[in-house]
């Protein structure tokens, strides 16, 4: 067996392993850690197809930036998770069944006959020294699939505005400073200059 | 690809444009100048259809380009269906700033999301690709997921928002799901190069139709019809009403479009299997759609179930699998959308005090209120029933003469038994409106605008039921060839 397949076998499994652990683990922290595992694994199976800048980007954004974002949400919100798993027990066995019926269906389809054995799908030729995989992707990016990337922007345009639009309250009553006010104020504002009468000393 | 290719999208690009545009205006209005967004929301959706008239393919109606790498498609299916979204979305905009108005919730957001909404389906109708198929269905869901959110304090539009995003996202993965297997038959993602991969001989019929299974579910979901209509009566019963009029109205002839491109353009060639899972579809979904509708106490919730019903008329369109159909089912889905603005509309319009008029009985007695109302939802309502002259009549005609030339009797006759069920309550609504006493004596009062516009609904209503032969002509040149 040649190390690449050596090396494919084990992160696949690492990468199923944890994808299992993910759904299947009580405290979400974990669940989110072993995510980051399942992406890793993942990683170095893309640099073993030679998608190098796949595999970077998948560690830069979803390791770096999104799964950080998430541990922060997942420990800020405290989720308390026993309403979560309830009845759980209650819908286990229609669910299995469901599940295992629709497997079955779908192993029958997909594997009958070799269609999707390795046989069909030979491992790519390796590239040639110097070729680039981030210039291939731009180029294809920025030529065959232009409009379908500008739309996936509008899409996250989209996604930010209807967050905000969601979130955003101007809530009244809310003692919060107004600086320019502050700075603005005139002395009639906080002070009452009181004129009484003088009263007479009293003396003991 | 050169410049004049780009401007094949020129519509899309101008509506993208004056939505970040509005959506930047607004942080320089002041609050009691918000009806500057309304303007410019109108004039956006109006010179869009100035855009799209002007190519000169509208005029003869034959002429199909396509540009960004075939990606998207210019044909006059798609002009003619954006055109009509045009003017239902200026309808919408017109009936929405009434009720947006009225509980204090005119904010731009609303018209932001709503012109998102409406690129979306315009991507969606010109789609030529799967990825541009998906991309555009993401666009218009986001959009609307929002708008049903839209009034954040209430929790039944958060419960609605919700479901409709849980579902929708569960169908989106079944499309992808679909259309990833029918990349892996065919190896291609243009809906003309898998056509002919389809046709070829070497075709591999087992992954091909176990990738149209998985397409035509997420298809229904999207449309609304049974057994993946449980989401339609929560989310227009939750939304408020200004939002369910624009989602019960627009999308739908995005969806036609989309289930045309995919089942058609993609995977004619496989018209026997799909015939049999829509025939069954549209079969359940007339006869749950008007059954259900009856027990219905909550308008919105009898027009959702409604929709459902109305919906399995244009699954039943495509069922023959040829030019008149097709034509029957795009003049089915238009008309559906014309009426059901005016239905929303009269809703909204019976709306007083920040309470949403949702149940029949806020109705009783509008002809005493106001007669030219009353007569107005009563045609809509006559029409929805399928009663001849109105323009909903010659839809359902259309659709059933269609499927009778495919000699598929059993199907015609399901659905003329089922519309004849249906007419029971569509006219409960128009006997509450003329032979019951009004509950309350508050007047009704309308903007001119609004007035204007569900006048002009109401009109159409009956006047294509007359005049029906241009509409029916167009739609049915859009598949002649």
Partial sequence: MPIVQIVFYAFALVLTAASVMVITVRNPVYAALFLVLAFFSSTAIWILL???????????VYVGAV??????????????????????IRYLPAGVGVASIMATELMVVLWTRGRFDAAAFPIPAPHPQGYSNTKALGELLFTQYVLPFEVAGIILLVAIIAAIAL????????KAQNPARQVMVQRDERMRVVSMKSEPRQDG | MNVSNILLAAPEIWVFTMACVILLVDLFLREERRGIIQLLAMAT?????????????????????TAFNDSFLRDPM??????????????????AKSYLRQFNMFRADFYTLSLFALLGIMLLISANSLLMIYLGLE?????????????????????????????????????????????????SLNLDAIGAAVSSDKRDDLVLVFGLAFLVVGLAFKLGVVPFHMWIPDVYEGAPAGVTLFIAAVPKMAAFAMAFRLLQTGLGELHADWQQMLAVL??????????????????????????????????????????????ASMYYVMVYSLMTAAAFATIILLSSRGVEAEHLDDFKGLNQRNSWYAAVMAMVMFSMAGVPVFVGFFAKWLVIQATLEAGMLWLAVVAVVFSVVGAFYYLRVVKLMYFDDPETEVPISATLDFSLALSLNGVLVIGLGIFSGPLIAVCMRSFAA
């Fill in chain 1, 50 to 60: 030679e998608a190098e800048f796949l595999a970077i980007v998948l560690v830069l």
């Fill in chain 1, 67 to 88: 799964m950080v974002l998430f541990l922060f949400v997942v420990m800020m919100l405290d989720i308390n998770l026993a309403p979560l798993s309830e009845g759980f």
């Fill in chain 1, 167 to 174: 979130t955003l309250r101007k809530r009244t009553g809310v």
């Fill in chain 2, 45 to 65: 959706v109006i010179f869009a259809g100035f855009i799209t008239m002007r190519a000169e393919y509208v005029h003869d109606g034959t002429f199909i380009a």
């Fill in chain 2, 78 to 95: 798609g002009d003619v269906l954006k055109l009509f979204t045009y003017f239902i979305v200026a309808l919408v905009f017109v009936y």
């Fill in chain 2, 139 to 187: 666009l218009t869901s986001l959009s609307t997921y929002a708008l049903v959110a839209y009034d954040r304090d209430s929790s039944r539009g958060s419960e609605a928002a919700m479901k409709y995003f849980v579902l929708g996202s569960m169908a989106s993965g079944m499309l992808l799901y679909g259309m990833s297997m029918i990349y892996g038959a065919t190896g």
């Fill in chain 2, 282 to 327: 549209s079969v359940l979904s007339i006869v749950l759609g008007n059954v259900a509708a009856i027990a219905q106490t909550n308008i919105k919730r009898m027009l959702a179930y409604s929709t459902i019903s109305h919906m399995g008329f244009i699954l039943l369109g495509f069922a023959p699998g040829t030019g008149a159909g097709y034509g």
